[in-house]
């Protein structure tokens, strides 16, 4: 079964940082750009990032920008989240998913409707 595992999430306070995992489980991870979203309670999900696998590419949500990092290593199936200076806004279940149409990240990738590959997310609590 094709699908990602989230995990590394947790309660930290205003400020702190926290560093999220994504984990592939049956496909091929450099074929594809993968994409980290978050969801939180009664809003809609939206991208935080996206980095490609074709060149290494980022792109970034204006609201992470410069505070969260992605990352990749195909070679272990993996594809990382370093979130810093972390707010109670960024408060969601963040996911990870690929982009089965596209090896290259693009811009609006917070608009596409190629991701799939849902796994069942990780929890980020940001509270005092």
């Known amino acids: 079964q094709l699908q990602f595992v989230e995990s590394g999430g947790g309660l930290v306070q205003p400020g702190g940082s926290l560093r999220l995992s994504c984990a592939a489980s049956g496909l091929i991870l450099d074929y594809y750009a993968i994409g980290w979203f978050r969801q939180a309670p009664g809003k809609e999900r939206e991208g935080v990032s996206c980095i490609s696998a074709s060149d290494g590419s980022t792109y970034y949500a204006d609201s992470v920008k410069g505070r969260f990092t992605i990352s990749r290593d195909n070679a272990k199936g993996m594809v990382y989240l370093q979130m810093n200076s972390l707010k109670p806004e960024d408060t969601a279940s963040y996911y990870c998913?690929?982009?089965?149409?596209?090896?290259?990240?693009?811009?609006?990738?917070?608009?596409?409707?190629?991701?799939?590959?849902w796994g069942q997310g990780t929890m980020v609590t940001v509270s005092s």
């Open positions: 998913a690929a982009d089965l149409e596209r090896r290259r990240c693009v811009s609006n990738f917070q608009r596409l409707k190629t991701f799939d590959y």
